[in-house]
Structure formats: structure tokens, C-alpha cells
């Protein structure tokens, strides 16, 4: 088969296609004449076959006044042509003209050289006299059916075909390297297809190119005729004719020479301009000699300037549905992605929009500290390097590479599948990017001839010749992908204006949630202060109240204690459940539990289970401490078959009446005076609250009566009461197969806590208590002493007991957590097997039964 379809045509040396096109005296085809004159109407060139062509002599001609042979109706059209011609590449047309009196009539075509007038005549063909529009009327209307540009190409290759009867007609599109490719086709029974053939640039220099662009129309009618010479070479002033513009010039012996070789008898080119560049070729080829009348080319020519138009409508309307597609993306995403806190939570989401316009086999997204990718994507320390690299183009704009080995020479380490990639910026400054790569692609190009050889020596010498073997020769692209189009590039430039957008606002979101941020803080740092403020005056009244009521140290410590610690449960309830309402019948529960070992027998709770928020529960917390701990004194909790039951009544408007009573205690006496735990049964209610509370002694046993408004009550638990139990009093064991805890390391950076806790290890068993501040001091212990347990204090200020916990582990120390953060502790993960935690504040019920836990694992 051909190994080519095209080939240059113009008559300057090839061997060096950078230097400027030197026109020589050229010769024109035999089918017609030429002839070049000065404004005064002086003839300058002619060519030697006016005596064929017009029966005139091109010896007499030269110096002589044209008009002298030229009938006055021939010079008069011609004068109005001239007047009409536009640009310096117009070109203007006679049909059927007589020229010489009594001679045949002429097509003339009429265009400036320089100084020159240059005028060519042909014999008239029998035609419609110069009707292009005839011709091309029907051929446009059938290409605005097209509804793709594939399709549009189709259609004119078989048009033109049709119009000009040639037997292969070919439409050939430059691509951005300016290598061009048959990218439709439309040809004669029996001929092999040259569609999807690829040329090298070399195929067509800049310089035919040039002509090409200036000249929309070239043909050839015969490639065995024999050219007619231009006499005289070169004017008085030593210049030769510019025949650029010239329809009947000859074109260079290299290119008859290829035609020749590929058995081509005649051959047309139509140029398609976009953008006033050179879009491509609508390439003609016959088997035998075709002279076509000056109609069809004058047609075929219009043809191609107004199919230029259709493509642009064509291929515009294409890029407008591109970008409508993007549009539609862009709104998706912005959609779908604004309302998101960071752009790599939704990065799948993203990516597969892009896939609908851009086509990708990996992305990455490098954002901040953030690196997320998928598919055949580089991993984030091969990243890094490659973001240096793009950090070095310019700031702003989308960079694409289809061959990246040639520009990064770490292209490597991205991985064997990694050949081109487009990189989007999404962030003012040159660092934040999401790239999409593309995998090598073997891409078997069918080239007509090596596009690495283009140039031998032949019969011309050093110049473009014709490969005489016309097989397909396949180069197989390497370290190379697919490369991005324009439109695809244009794509990216909108989705870019779109990240940045969704960036801008989640920042503007990211500042907003930050100032509420900051607000929140301070709101619950004042809130906190106030709080403790709160809870030191509580804790300074319960330890003056307690101080007036007792007589002794002990009694003193002891009710005092039972008072903070019926808070400090109170507040630990609430906390584990985040401080949200509970049951009155939990509260009641954890209190009996904290005085009885069979509580739930003893204290009965029935009725309406109103949901206290959590100043109602600390309230009845320390109201119900109050009343366990005077009927485990002197009340029906006091002896074994007393009981204690409590009824919650819902009342109107969201408010809940409930009683104390005491059942099968001793005979009960009113006291002789009102002590602080009196007070805080009958005041705090009415008082903190705005309930009511009434105290009652019965010789039967206390009665109380409460009511809480619907404003201190959160709803009603509707479900059977399944109240949370604390666990009853444990000892530290004492058989003689337990472990002992002679000495203990004890770690708390607040003193008065590690006195407090000190004593209570020694009230517990303990013979040695060591007491240190921090990790360093107990670390320094640990390599001096031996040890048979630990209690560590969570957070330690600045730090965390971390560091010391692992150095128990690694001796195989036990230990236990003290915490005043509830059950989220936060190392949990130091030690495979579980560690006691105990909550702050201490007591010896507490610790002592989180060491039996850690003893026995109970």
C-alpha cells in the first residue's frame, strides 16, 4: 500500500527548513498561460506557451503594451477587477471571456505580485458560467445536518468527492506537533484506505505550510505533463516572479516525483483555516490526469472556505457542550463539596466527576499536611519530590506533560505505569495540588514511513524524498500517555476556578468555626471558674455546716466525707452519661447502694420516674445522702428490718410529688434542735429548685413530701426502672495467698491529693508509700526500689503518667489509673490487660476496690 498521502509542493530547497522560502523562476502547468505586466500595462513575464494557449508570440510580448492583443472587453473586466481586489493575497475571476479577437473564450484569474499584475488564462470548459453557488449550494446544506465533527468530516470528504470526481478524497488535520493524521475518507472501489495514517511535521515544512494558508487552493492536473518555462527569469531589477498566489504554477520535481511513485495521475488540496491558522487539508487524489474546469475549483475552493465556517460552528458547538459538561460538574461539586470541612473527605467524589470530563488512570491530592490517592497514583513520599518540581512552574496555572520521564528525570520512582499527568493548583500559593496521572500507553502509530528518516538522498539531491516501500511502518510510543487536549486542559482551568471557590469558602468556614471556637472557650472557661467558685463555697459551707453539727474529729470526717462523696457519685453519673438527664430511680439506687449491701430490698422506689437535668440531680443527690444517713443512724435503716420507700406522683403540668417514708424502725422522736443536715432536707429543694419539702417526724418513723415543678423535671423515664447499682464495699483481701501491698509507688502532682490518697494506701494495708510529682521522679524510683503496686495520677500537668505506666508493664508491675476525667482516660492502651481506674475524689471504699480488682480481677 502508499506510504504516504501527502508530500510538500513547493519549489525551494528543503535541506533547511528554518531560512526563509527564496522564489526562483518558477514554471506553470501546460494548461493554460501566464502572463505578468507592470501598472503601466508593460508586459514583465510571460510563459512560453502563449502562442498554444492565446496565439500570441512570447517574443513579441515582453516591452510592448499589453492592450495592443487584448480585445478592449478583456482589458475592461480586467481593470474592474482589479479595482475589487481586496488584501494582498486577493484573488479575482473571469469566466468565459474572449481575449483574443476571434479567438476562444478564457477563465482569467486576476491578483497582485509585488509591482506585478499577474493575469492567467485557461480555455472555458463547458460549465454554468461561473456559478460556484450552483455548485455548492447543496453540498453546504447537507454538512449543517452534521451533529459531531466526525461526522461533519465524513460528510465533506464525500462531498467534494462528488463534486470534483476525483477517485480518493482524503481529510487530513494537523495536530498540535503539526504531524497530521487521515482522519476521514472517502475513495473508489478497489483502492486501499489511508485512513488513521499518521505524517511526520517533515512531511509539510513551515514553508508549504505558509503556502498553504496563503493559497486555499492547489492543483495538479497532470503529474506526467511537462512544465512551460517563465521568460524572462528575473525582471530589470534581477528579482524573479513571486507565483505564491499562482493557480497555474507548477510545483516542485520532489513532490511529482512522490505523486508519481504512489501512482497518482492528478491531485487537489483544499485548505481548512480556523483561528486564521491551519486547521488541515481536504487532500485529492486521481489515478489518471483530471483537468477540472475553473468552476468546480473556483466551487471547491468556496467549498472549502465555507466548510472552514461549519467546522468552527461545528467544533465550537462541541466545545460549549465540553464546557456545559464542566458547568455541570462545577455545580455538583459545589454542591455536593461546600458544605464539607476538608476537601480530601470527599476526594472519590471529586475525582469521579472530573472522570466525566477528564480522562485519568490515577489522582492524588496534596493539601496542607494531607496526601490522599487512588488508582495508579504515585505514593506520598514519591509525591513530595514531584511537588518541588511543580512547584517551579507558573504560580496559578494548570500544568500538563504527556511525557514526563522528559521533563522530571525522577519520573521513576513514581512507578513503571506513570508517563504524563495534568497538575490542577488549588491554592494561591505554589504547594496545594490535585494531579491526575495517566499510564504509558504502547501506542501503535501507523505511520506512512518512519517519521525518523525523513530525509535521504535522491535523484534531487539532499531533499524530502519519497520512500520508495509504501508499507505502514509502526512506531510504538514510549514513556509516553495520551495526550491532554485543549479541551480537556480548558476543563481543568474550570474545575481550578472551582476548587478554589470551595477552598475560599470552607477557609471563610474553617475562620468562622474557628472565632466560635474561641468564643466557646472562653464562654466555658467563665463558665468553669464560675463553677468552681461554686463548688469551693459549697465545699466551705458542708465543711462549716458539718464542723457546727459534730463533736468529734471523727464524726466531723465522716460526715463530711459522706456529704462530698454523695456528690461527687451525683456528678459521676451525670458525666458518664454527658451530662444529660436521669432517672430519679438511678440517684436513689446509687445512694442506698452507698450505705447497704441489699439496698434494693430495703429501699424501695416506685411510681413516676421523672428524668432530672443536673441541677435537680446533685440537688437530691446530697437531699437523699442526707436522709440515708439519719435513718442508718437512728432511723428504720438502722435496724435490720427497716425500710425506706419512696413514691413519685405525676402531677399537673410536668411536675412530680414524691414521699419519704420509714417503715419498722425504732420509735422516732422529734430532734431538739435543727442541725445543717435537717437544713438541707426541708431548704435546699425550695430553695435551689422552687419546689416544696416537708419534714414530718412520726412515733412510726419520718415522713417527707416533695414537689418539683415542670421546669426542674426533663421528661419521664417510661420504661420499668432498671436503676444503676454501685458496687457494695469491698476490702482489700487479707487471705494468705494474697498478693501484698506492702509498698507502693504513688504518683499525683497535686499534694494535698497524694497526702490524702497516701493515707488512705496506709489505712488499706499499705507499709511504705512513696509520693513523687512526675514521670522523671518515679522513673528514678523504679530503677532504685522495688515495688508491689502503683496508683498513678492520669495527667500529670504538662504530661501524662504514660511514660511510667510502660516501665510497669515492661517489669511486670501492677498498677491502677487515678483519674478525675470520668472513664475517658485516654491510655487505655498501655497494657494489654485491663487497668483499674478510680475516679477522684478518693475514698477508701474506692481505691480499695479498685485494688481488689487489681489482685483478684474482679
Not at 517 to 541: F, K, S, T
Not at 694 to 706: K, N, S
Not at 721 to 736: G, I, K, Q
Not at 775 to 784: K, P, Q, S
Request: with cysteine; hydrophobic share 40%; glycine share 8%.
Amino acid at each position: 500500500m502508499n506510504d504516504k498521502a501527502l508530500a510538500p509542493d513547493e519549489d525551494v530547497d528543503l535541506t533547511n527548513c528554518d531560512r526563509e522560502p527564496i522564489h526562483i523562476p518558477s514554471t506553470i502547468q501546460p494548461f493554460g498561460c501566464l502572463i505578468a505586466c507592470s501598472h503601466d500595462w508593460i508586459v514583465t513575464h510571460v510563459s512560453q506557451n502563449l502562442d498554444d494557449v492565446l496565439g500570441l508570440s512570447s517574443e513579441d510580448l515582453p516591452g510592448t503594451l499589453l492592450t495592443q492583443y487584448l480585445t478592449s472587453e478583456a482589458v475592461h473586466e480586467i481593470r474592474s477587477r482589479l479595482q475589487v481586489l481586496t488584501g494582498d493575497d486577493g484573488i479575482e475571476r473571469l469566466f468565459q471571456i474572449p481575449v483574443i479577437e476571434g479567438g476562444g473564450k478564457f477563465d482569467v484569474a486576476v491578483h497582485l505580485s509585488g509591482r506585478n499584475i499577474v493575469l492567467e488564462f485557461e480555455p472555458s470548459m463547458p460549465g454554468r458560467a461561473g456559478d460556484q453557488a450552483a455548485y455548492v449550494r447543496p453540498l453546504i446544506s447537507r454538512l449543517n445536518k452534521a451533529a459531531s465533527s466526525s461526522q461533519l468530516f465524513d460528510m465533506a470528504v464525500r462531498q467534494v468527492r462528488a463534486l470534483t470526481g476525483f477517485d480518493r478524497v482524503m481529510m487530513y488535520r494537523f495536530a498540535a506537533d503539526d504531524s497530521g493524521e487521515v482522519v476521514a475518507e472517502s475513495h473508489a472501489t478497489g483502492m486501499e484506505p489511508f485512513n488513521g495514517l499518521r505524517y511526520p511535521a517533515s512531511d509539510i515544512p513551515k514553508q508549504a505550510r505558509a503556502l498553504y494558508l496563503r493559497s486555499l487552493l492547489r492543483i495538479i492536473s497532470d503529474t506526467d505533463a511537462e512544465p512551460v518555462p517563465i521568460v524572462p527569469e528575473r525582471n530589470a531589477h534581477g528579482q524573479p516572479l513571486d507565483m505564491s498566489l499562482a493557480g497555474l504554477r507548477a510545483v516542485s520535481p520532489i513532490h511529482i516525483e512522490y505523486l508519481q511513485n504512489m501512482g497518482v495521475g492528478a491531485s487537489m488540496s483544499i485548505s481548512i483555516i480556523r483561528g486564521g491558522k491551519l486547521w488541515g487539508l481536504i487532500a485529492c487524489h486521481h489515478r489518471k490526469a483530471r483537468v477540472l474546469s475553473y468552476e468546480i475549483r473556483s466551487a471547491a475552493e468556496m467549498f472549502g472556505q465555507i466548510f472552514s465556517f461549519v467546522l468552527e460552528q461545528v467544533l465550537s458547538n462541541e466545545e460549549r457542550a465540553q464546557l456545559g459538561t464542566s458547568r455541570a460538574v462545577h455545580d455538583r461539586l459545589m454542591s455536593s463539596l461546600s458544605t464539607s470541612s476538608d476537601i480530601g473527605d470527599n476526594f472519590e467524589t471529586f475525582t469521579d466527576a472530573v472522570a466525566e470530563v477528564i480522562e485519568w488512570d490515577g489522582a492524588a491530592l496534596s493539601h496542607g499536611q494531607h496526601y490522599t490517592a487512588r488508582g495508579k497514583a504515585p505514593t506520598r513520599e514519591a509525591f513530595l519530590p514531584l511537588q518541588r518540581f511543580l512547584n517551579t512552574a507558573a504560580s496559578g496555572t494548570i500544568y500538563h506533560t504527556d511525557n514526563l520521564k522528559a521533563v522530571y528525570p525522577q519520573a521513576e520512582d513514581l512507578g513503571h505505569d506513570i508517563a504524563g499527568l495534568l497538575a490542577i493548583p488549588v491554592s494561591r500559593e505554589p504547594r496545594d495540588y490535585i494531579v491526575l496521572f495517566r499510564r504509558e500507553i504502547a501506542r501503535s502509530v501507523r505511520w506512512a514511513g518512519n517519521p525518523n528518516k525523513p530525509v535521504t538522498v535522491g535523484p534531487n539531491g539532499a531533499r524530502l524524498t519519497p520512500r520508495k516501500s509504501f508499507e505502514t511502518w509502526q512506531e510504538v510510543v514510549r514513556d509516553t500517555s495520551a495526550p491532554w487536549t485543549a479541551a480537556e486542559v480548558q476543563a481543568a482551568e474550570g474545575l481550578r476556578a472551582t476548587l478554589i471557590e470551595i477552598i475560599l469558602r470552607l477557609t471563610d468556614s474553617a475562620r468562622r468555626d474557628s472565632t466560635r471556637a474561641q468564643e466557646r472557650q472562653e464562654l466555658l472557661i467563665a463558665e468553669l471558674n464560675h463553677r468552681v467558685r461554686n463548688m469551693l463555697n459549697l465545699i466551705r459551707g458542708l465543711v462549716k455546716q458539718s464542723a457546727d453539727t459534730t463533736t468529734s474529729v471523727s464524726d466531723f470526717t465522716e460526715v463530711l466525707g459522706g456529704r462530698i462523696h454523695a456528690l461527687a457519685r451525683a456528678h459521676d453519673q451525670l458525666t458518664s452519661d454527658q451530662w444529660a438527664p436521669l432517672p430519679l430511680s438511678a440517684l436513689i439506687e446509687t445512694e442506698a447502694s452507698g450505705f447497704l449491701s441489699n439496698a434494693a430490698e430495703r429501699v424501695e422506689f416506685s411510681g413516676a420516674d421523672p428524668m432530672l437535668p443536673p441541677l435537680a440531680f446533685s440537688t437530691l443527690a446530697l437531699m437523699f445522702h442526707e436522709l440515708m444517713t439519719n435513718s442508718s443512724k437512728y432511723g428504720a435503716l438502722s435496724v435490720p428490718g427497716g425500710r425506706a420507700i419512696v413514691e413519685a406522683t405525676e402531677e399537673d403540668r410536668g411536675g412530680v410529688s414524691f414521699t419519704w417514708k420509714e417503715r419498722g424502725g425504732p420509735p422516732v422522736q422529734p430532734p431538739s434542735r435543727r442541725g445543717f443536715g435537717t437544713a438541707i432536707v426541708e431548704r435546699s429543694i425550695p430553695h435551689e429548685l422552687k419546689g416544696r419539702a416537708e419534714l414530718h417526724y412520726h412515733v412510726g418513723g419520718v415522713e417527707a413530701e416533695f414537689y418539683l415543678p415542670g421546669s426542674q423535671i426533663a421528661g419521664f423515664n417510661r420504661t420499668d426502672p432498671s436503676p444503676r447499682r454501685a458496687d457494695t464495699p469491698t476490702v482489700v483481701p487479707s487471705t494468705p495467698d494474697a498478693p501484698k501491698i506492702d509498698r507502693v509507688l504513688l504518683v499525683e502532682d497535686n499534694m494535698i491529693i497524694g497526702l490524702d490518697a497516701e493515707d488512705i494506701l496506709r489505712d488499706l494495708g499499705a507499709q511504705d508509700v512513696q509520693l513523687v510529682a512526675s514521670n522523671t521522679a518515679a522513673l528514678e524510683l523504679l530503677d532504685r526500689r522495688e515495688f508491689d503496686m502503683a496508683m498513678l495520677d492520669v495527667n500529670l500537668g504538662t504530661e501524662t503518667s504514660r511514660l511510667t505506666a510502660e516501665r510497669l508493664v515492661e517489669m511486670g508491675i501492677p498498677f491502677i489509673f487515678a483519674t478525675g476525667y470520668g472513664e475517658t482516660i485516654g491510655l487505655t492502651d498501655v497494657s494489654e490487660k485491663p487497668v483499674p481506674v478510680v475516679q477522684k475524689p478518693f475514698s477508701n471504699d474506692s481505691i480499695g476496690r479498685a485494688i481488689a480488682k487489681l489482685v483478684w480481677g474482679e
